[in-house]
């Protein structure tokens, strides 16, 4: 019985000297008071040999008992400083979350590259090809294989930027359908669409002498107005919402036989009518129509086999409804608060 | 073209209002301007002045009491011309006015009730009205019946429906043609025209000759027409073409203007009495002079130019000689009704002045109408100006006259527009526009007249037939073509997007820029392209360097306060070489001021533009294949902070920091050349195999001169290491009080590994030590802290 008592004894003084202790060094000291050299539980086991032989069984029973039951409680100790360590540590780490991170640089992407991002997606999705044409061309590529002869009324409309008597800074986009028409040998079927700068004599409010075109040219058998008219749609409702609705007007271009002016929805009052649409409820944006016989015919191309239908844009404006900007001048004066609200991405 | 409605319906009949008419015209592709009742003017009465007397209170109003109708109004006015029994237009209480509204009021102590009306104020222009309309009230005839419409009294109850109308619609510029126009909208037969009249005397052929000596007329009439009468037009005429926008001027003159409106055949009068026997039509020589009407000596070259005597009398359709011009005197007259060379006359019009007639040489002429002016011409001018018409018309022509018959089929018409247009309606379309139409089965033979100059082929009669089904019948539908991938630049749309996700914002700068700014950043100076005629100084040639335009971009955004810059721009730089125009694509960035890390703000420099053309550059698979080399520096470059972009031995770009020279500011820029970048081929990326064996690193500092450069050094370990050594990265870099004030420390952090095995310590340390040997001797460097 006495050694019983010895035991409970050990583990209450164990427990008692725990109590107290703050560091894993004070954990060391007491581990090495029980098991170490001279510990208390060490010095047990030393007794070993006085114990009579048939008790030593017993007494080694005691031994793996209580050296047991130490360790347990040393371990426990341990982890449990451990613990209030590292919640001691995390506690020193903390930090104001709501101070200001590390970032990149920002950049942004002009809003008129995102347009014609925007509408070279849709087209290639379709099968366009996207080209680009010289900024710079010929007389003869921008007006008189377009059916502008020399002395044409309509080549007045153009106020065009001559460079000599041949070349000239293009004012509108539809010579890369020569360039491109000339160029397919086969003289198959084509569809492309042509981004670009165009330059015309025209500085105002509303007009900048340089500004975006995006030309559209569809070459193939049975090509009509009602497949124009569809494709319209598509670029409108792509760029100015679901719910615009496309309307042709008949007018005269001499590239194009039937043409039409092209009005969307006006995209302020959505159609109801107001100051932007001068109460008609319509935006006209664009010239559109069947590409002209001539025009096919002096690039190449059997008008009686082929039909096709060409588009040509400005799209600036388009910029300007679709991110609000309010005077064109806006576009092409580079203010860095104007470039960085286009810093993200658009709504899909 | 400015459209009177009443002038129209002397020749057609409108179903619907002015209004109305303008909005369906639109939807057939004739766009207007404006439309407006002539005199947009309300609450107008004929009144009369019953009372006049001098305001009290002042030296010019009058007060007076005036009867209209169903009140007598007490009205102060200020006009000279007032005065006691006059009838006059009231504009009564409430009354809009162009400049006005009118209200009751007191004027100096005195009530008023109403105004008395001069002409202009009722929105008639001042260019139209005699003087004394101008200084005082407009006083009625004694006709004029107290209670009623002024306006409609006047004749000016008319509407004007102002057109812009496309440049091939030469034949709306006159009422016929508009009589047809809106006669096919509403299926309304064009009345006819009076042209009857009596002839007398001798044949003209006998005593007058024309000679046409050149090309550019290919139709030449003359009519002459004896003991005119001058005087004032009837009303009927001053009001059309008032309401077409022309000056009355005399009869004479007006009927000239009268019969262009109606038929949209330019005539010239002569005054007989100052020609010879003869005209010739011919080209100017060059420097040849006339006086035209304006009284304006002109200098001419090749324009077309009637004369007498072989002297220039007129400039053919833009303007007459001085003097051979109708005067207050004129007896006889010569009508001259012809068809000159369009493009010849927009030349001239160009140089000298835009007429009503020359606009309508210049759109074209239906040569049936010359005829039918000068018929018409003689009817008006032997009713209002008593003239006596002369037997016989002298006649050059070879204008074909003859309708223009064309061919289609109903189902062309409908493949083309994508619309299923009934075979009735089409027809009924080509009978509304007075075509004759002969149906053949599925075919149509169409007989286009003269009068529409505009149709030609078969795609022009099936935009008529668009026009008036109505294009918004067209249901919309995508073409049925073959499935094929489209194609575009993708590279071109990335390098873009890698500028952007550097930190960059994009720019969209004019490609026109001062002639001033061109050389900027060019070495070997390009030859320019430049506008012929610019419209400023500002934008006069196309750039070649896109830096003049993003430094420009860098100047208004600093005055505005903005100093941390960070653009790009990517577009053509163009120039000349060998006569030929060129354009390159390009590349430009520039960086200024500084930017933020956390709460670390750090000033850009040279190696923040490096980082970003490395960036790119390696983006675009260029990795390891180009170097930046001091020469060929433009003078707007630092020359010690900036350097050439050298790929596969081709000067691509430059980069490097403003000169202070230029700009003091600390800016850098880089600026590529896309085109010559993309020249160079890019392999796609194959993965290499991994070592699965350990790699050693090894750290070392060299103490070298300052000259020396980094990559020299890089390059000589490269060399040194051999195949073990994997990578070599500068660690670190450093000048100051620790060494020499020549030298400088470089840091290098070396990464030996092997693919088939672990490499030993010692192995590694032999080629080390070699490396360390050979940079110490190569470049009289020391290992530092060693």
Known sequence: MEEYMEREDIIKKLESDLESIKTKNDLQTIKASYLGKNGIVTNLSLKMKEIPNEEKKEYGKFLNLIKEEVTTKLNDKEQELDKMLLDMKLNNEKIDITLPSRRSLKGSIHPMTRIVEELEDLFVSMGYDVISGPEIDTDMNSFTKLNLPEGHPARDAQDTFYLDKDYLLRPHTSPAQVRTMEANKDKTPLRIVCPGKVYRRDDDATHSHQFMQFEGLVIGEDISLADLKGTLELF??????????????????????????????????????????KQTGWIEVLGAGVVHPNVLRMSGYDPEKYTGFAFGPGIDRFAMFKYGITDIRQIYTNDIRFLEQFDRKDVD | MKLSTKFLKDYVDVPVDYQELADRMTSIGNEYDSASPLIPATDLVIGEVLECKPHPDSDHLHVTLVDIGTEKLQIVCGAPNVKEGIKVIVAKPGAVLPEVTIKKSVIRGVESNGMLCA?????????????????????????????????????????????ELTSNRGDLLSILGMAYEVGAIYGNPVKEMDTTFKEEGEDINKSFKVKVNTKDCTLFLA???????????????????????????????????????????????????????????????????????DKNERVLSDDIVISSHGKAIGLAGVMGGLDTEITNNTKNIIIESAIFN??????????????????????????????????????LLEKYADAKIQTGLVIFDQENKDDKEIEITFDKINKVLGLEVPHEEVIK????????????????????PSRRIDISIKEDLIEEVGRFYGLENIVGKLPTVPLKPGKFNKTLREIKHKMANLGLNECLSYALIRESEFPYFQTDVKEMVKVLDPMTEDHAVMRYSLLSSLMNIYTYNKSRGINDIHIFEMGNGFYKENNEYKEEMKLAALLSGEYKLGFETIKFNFYDIKGILEDLLDFLGFKDRYTLEVTDLPKELHPYQSASIILNGKNIGIIGKINPAFNKDDIYVMEISVSKLLENRVKGITVSEISKYPTI?????FILDKDIVASNVLKEIKRLGGKLLKDIQIFDYYVGDKIDSNKKSLAFKLTFNDMNRTLTDDEVMEIFDKIIKGIESKFKAQ???K
């Open chain 1, 236 to 277: 409108a409702k792509k760029l100015l919402g679901e719910k615009t609705n496309v309307r042709f007007r008949p007018s005269y271009f001499p590239f194009t036989e039937p043409s039409c002016e092209v009005d969307v929805t006006c995209f302020k009052c959505g159609g109801k009518g107001c100051s932007l649409c």
């Open chain 2, 119 to 163: 002409l202009f104020e009722l929105g008639l222009d001042k260019k139209y009205l005699h003087e004394e309309d101008i200084n005082g009230i407009c006083i009625l005839g004694k006709d004029a019946k107290v209670g009623d419409d002024p306006i409609k009294y006047l004749g000016l109850d008319d509407e004007v429906i102002d057109f």
């Open chain 2, 223 to 293: 009519k002459s027409v004896k003991d005119v009468v001058i005087k004032e037009s009837p009303n009927f005429i001053k009001e059309r073409l008032i309401a077409s926008g022309i000056r009355p001027i005399n009869n004479v003159v007006d009927i000239s203007n009268y019969v262009m409106l109606e038929t949209g055949q330019p005539l010239h009068f002569y005054d007989a009495d100052t020609l010879g026997g003869e005209l010739e039509v011919r080209n100017a020589k060059e420097g040849e002079k006339l006086t035209t009407l």
């Open chain 2, 342 to 379: 369009n493009v010849k006359i927009r030349m001239t019009s160009k140089k000298i002045l835009r007429s009503e007639a020359s606009n309508r040489f210049e759109k074209g002429i239906d040569p049936n109408r010359t005829y039918l002016a000068i018929e018409r011409c003689c009817n």
């Open chain 2, 429 to 448: 379309i080509f009978k509304n526009l007075q075509f004759e139409v002969k149906e053949n089965k599925d075919t149509l033979k169409v007989k286009v």
């Open chain 2, 697 to 701: 690193l090894k750290d070392v500092a």
């Open chain 2, 783 to 785: 290992v530092r802290d």
